[in-house]
């Protein structure tokens, strides 16, 4: 329920916007030049100058970058050219990988490194009008001494009294320097780990001006512009579940999480690569293994129906597959006459030797002895919202309809879902087992719930460890997620990007094959380090994700 | 040994090593990614060593049979023909098996007893046993890209070969591989070689293959021939590697940057 006087107020802002545009603003933005489409450009150029694995973070603050990550603004329109913003990112990227590489916070100090620099500066500087090109770029800030994070921030202005049913996202813009604080209704203690560690940020009502009371409408919208706005330095963390979602990157001080280990952890045990160090620590993580049996038959039901072009046309397209064959020479029988094998039977028994009696070409089906696990993110993140449709929901409506067909053309396959809160609460959520009923199982996927972190390398392993037990020839997990590995005791960045690594080589030199579904752009920056080429997809849009499991079982060499 | 006409430039001590290998009788392995010099160093180290070299290009449809000869049918008259490998071993030839690893299972297998003590190779279809003689060497290659390939050679093949691993050259030595190879300037040279260096740390982003020392012996000879730099480094460097339009706008970047 909106105050009157709010609405009037938030429509006359919008229209006077929209009337008076300042001259100011209607220059800049024939000039601007956004940083999204470019984005994954100034990513791989950042990598080339910098000459090691570095990351682009989004923020406006006007500081070069940090020890790994490349600082770029969300737009540029200072400049008076569209062109020359775009040569302010370029030349921000260039300098700021160039101070990771040498670890020079001053950009000023790295103008000789590339001699075409101090031309392309000079020539851009009286572009900028009054503005500095130092002061715009900003130096380097190296000191932080925590490992970066990424998290997550959840503005839960509204402090609705009970649950709400729908969750608004919005993507907020990157902050640095964070100070998180433990919320009131968060106890570090070690015992009890929290459900939840999305940040929590303060002090929102401020913004306005308007010193209205909160009431249970979902807001975030209109709140938008003030949340952009919001410089958010201190962030609290809780474990309440969140009424609207301000996503946004941050990079947080000062706070240490490495939880105590001395504390017995359940489960069974798997190894994690430090890739530090070069080597596993063994029994790192513990997989917490259960059977979900809860079951939704009602969503199952309406699923089949909402989705029933999807589940023929996927059913289409694996059965054309399925009954692709493949030919297999020298057989001992088969419909079909070997004629290189016939030949040299021939000449084997010209020349005096017991000829090859196999001599036949035998057609083997492609999806014939597959093992197949599909491995699905559950994470809070998944919580979250693409194209109008949580993640979550896609993923396991997804699960369905593949479930549904994959069922009929492969022998044996099992679903799983994983989630964490820290090394050693690693959950493992066995949806359907290898020898369970599909008709049966399906229905559990309706009652699953985005829960914790998503620590891959554990899930992935214990994944590997069932389908080691199959007797299939061919072993392949699907693993489904959408995004970067993290956790809550440090799993973020290269850390977990080389423990997934390990764990998928690991697999692969024991026949099993992963591949993996991303169902976000962003994960063109991480995911070529996790998985081998041609063995992941990043889908534009979740319904292309079940077009793109298809795909997948054709590519996977999976008749070899 | 003679002086050998083929330019190889020594980036470490394998042509010692190759040589005591020579002489000690023992296989061979070369591992690296494409375009680093391995064929070129077997070729050179061949010329040097005074032997005939016989080059295998193995693919996933190498057999045995092509390895080892197969009987043929001529006018009713089966005759035998000796494959690479057997021709090898009555020559006392260097045999360089390239991309090992590509080649059927059975294939792999008949080299095994090449490469023990026994050093002798059984053709089943003439019941004949070949002893190699000491001039005699076994050498294969195979590229450990992590990303290239789902076929790994077996340890028990692996283990059976001492391991020479090819990396790119440093800076300095690259540079004077293409100066070498193609007679561009010194500046220019190591400008493509900075190019190099930059893309390469894409690698591990797996959006393109690295960059070989190849391709910058191909940019090098194309700038010789008179073609702008900017362009020759495009065509030869950044096309080959990738299709990603975001890639190449950002490699062409580091290009004009450099040259
Ligand atoms: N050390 C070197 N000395 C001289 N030339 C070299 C050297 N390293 C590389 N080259 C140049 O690189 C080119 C490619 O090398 P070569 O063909 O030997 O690669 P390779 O490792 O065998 O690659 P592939 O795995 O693709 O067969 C050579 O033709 C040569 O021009
Ligand atoms: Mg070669």
Redesign the pocket.
Known sequence: MFEWEENVFLGIKALHRRLFVSPRERAASVVRVHLAPRRQQWFLLANMIAEKPVAVFETPNAVLCDHERVFLPPEFSIASTPEANEHLFQLKTILAALAIKTRVADPKALLDEIPALKSRIADLQPLLGETDFWQLIGRAEFSRANEPRHSKTLANVLEAAQQPENVTEIEGKGQTNVQVQLGDDDQPVEAEMPIHTFEKAETLEEYSGLDRKTDDEDELEEHAEALHKLDMKHVVRTRERPRSIYRSDIVMDGLSLDFGSDAPAGGIPYPEWDFKKQQHKPAWCHIQPRTQIEADAAWAQSTATKHRAVILDLRKKLAALATQTQRAKRQPHGPELDIDAVIAAQVAQHSGHAPDERLYIQRQRRLHDVAALVLMDQSFSTDSWVDDARVLDTIRETLFCVGEVMDEFIETFAVAGFSSNTRRQCDFHLIKDFRDPWRTSRARLGRLEANGYTRIGPALRHAQELLTRQSAEKKVIFLLTDGRPCDYDRYEGEYGIRDVRKAIETGTRHGIMTHAFAIEQRAREHFPRMFARQHYDIVPNPKALAASMCGAFARLRLAC | MSTPAV?????GRESELFAKAWEARLPLMLK??????????VEYMAAKLGRPLITVSCNEDTTATDLLGRHLLIGGETKWTDGPVTRAVREGAILYL??VAEARADAIVVIHSLTDHRRELFLDRTGETLHAPPEFMLII?Y?PGYQRSMRELKPSTRQRFIGLG?GY?STD?ETR?VT??TGVDEKQARSLVSIATKVRSLTELSLLESV???LL?DAAKLIRAGLPPRYAATVAIAEPLTDDPDALAAIKQVIELTL
């Open positions: 330019f190889y430039l020594e980036t690296g990614p494409t375009g680093c010099g391995k064929t070129r160093f390239d991309e290659s590229n090819f050259p030595i591989i070498g190879e070989s020392t190849r012996v």
